[in-house]
């Protein structure tokens, strides 16, 4: 599968901005879909992931969980992460990840565990 995100940007601390990821083919709705990011200096870390289906198994590292949502429409072959509330830490380059699973309860956080990445978006939250 081929990712295009798009959605990154500049924002001022408290901001809000929606980052979107589609998806070519037409077997989306195998793939369990995440949201990683790299800031500067660091390594690459998972922010959000979900099930194939949408249907309510997520992951959310700590330091998002209530400003960040991510949720996909699968008719559109789209992942989104909306992102509240955003702070300076926040900044970083966003990719969106793609991995195929059989199982509709599985989800994974490690980006050894993903073979599919877009090309990463920039969002920068100034103070």
């Known amino acids: 599968v081929q990712l295009q995100a798009c959605g990154g940007g500049l924002v001022q601390a408290g901001g809000s901005l929606r980052l979107s990821c589609a998806a070519s083919?037409?077997?989306?709705?195998?793939?369990?879909m995440g949201w990683s990011r790299q800031a500067p200096g660091k390594g690459r870390e998972f922010v959000a992931v979900i099930n194939r289906s949408g249907g309510g198994i997520t992951y959310y590292k700590d330091s998002v969980k209530g400003r960040f949502t991510i949720s996909r429409d699968n008719a559109k072959n789209t992942v989104y992460l909306q992102m509240n509330s955003l702070k300076p830490e926040d900044t970083a380059v966003y990719y969106c990840?793609?991995?195929?699973?059989?199982?509709?309860?599985?989800?994974?956080?490690?980006?050894?565990?993903?073979?599919?990445w877009g090309q990463g978006t920039l969002v920068t939250v100034s103070s």
């Open positions: 990840a793609a991995r195929p699973t059989a199982s509709s309860s599985t989800i994974y956080t490690r980006g050894a565990d993903y073979d599919s």
């Open positions: 083919g037409r077997t989306f709705t195998s793939y369990v």
